[in-house]
């Protein structure tokens, strides 16, 4: 049975950062895409960042393009994303997510597994 567990999230204030870990298990996604997804209360889950199971291609977000940086330890089947210069609207749960696959997508429907999520506050 496929884990994806996240830590690293909590509450910050605007300016700061924190990382996020996803740790696999289960399964190996060596050769598949891992990213990053967000919901914020009463919107939808939104794409944040993805890194292909190459590792050369990596997509983010427009609005966190510049802020945040994904990547990928094959050896610990982990997904990292560290998120600098931290604004109030980056508050939401964010989901790690998996799929075997090796490119990556924007879309939560293209990824076949999902950690259970960790909170990011940031305050104004």
């Known amino acids: 049975q496929v884990h994806l567990v996240e830590s690293g999230g909590g509450l910050v204030q605007a300016g700061g950062s924190l990382r996020l870990s996803c740790a696999a298990s289960?399964?190996?996604?060596?050769?598949?895409?891992m990213g990053w997804f967000r919901q914020a209360p009463g919107k939808e889950r939104e794409f944040v960042a993805a890194?292909?199971?190459?590792?050369?291609?990596?997509d983010y977000a427009d609005s966190v393009k510049g802020r945040f940086t994904i990547s990928r330890d094959y050896a610990k089947n982990t997904v990292y994303l560290q998120m600098n210069r931290l604004k109030p609207e980056d508050t939401a749960v964010y989901y790690c997510?998996?799929?075997?696959?090796?490119?990556?997508?924007?879309?939560?429907?293209?990824?076949?597994?999902w950690g259970q999520g960790t909170q990011v506050t940031v305050s104004s």
């Open positions: 289960g399964r190996t996604f060596s050769s598949g895409a």
């Open positions: 997510a998996a799929r075997t696959y090796y490119s990556v997508s924007s879309a939560s429907s293209a990824y076949d597994y």
């Open positions: 890194k292909s199971g190459n590792g050369i291609i990596p």
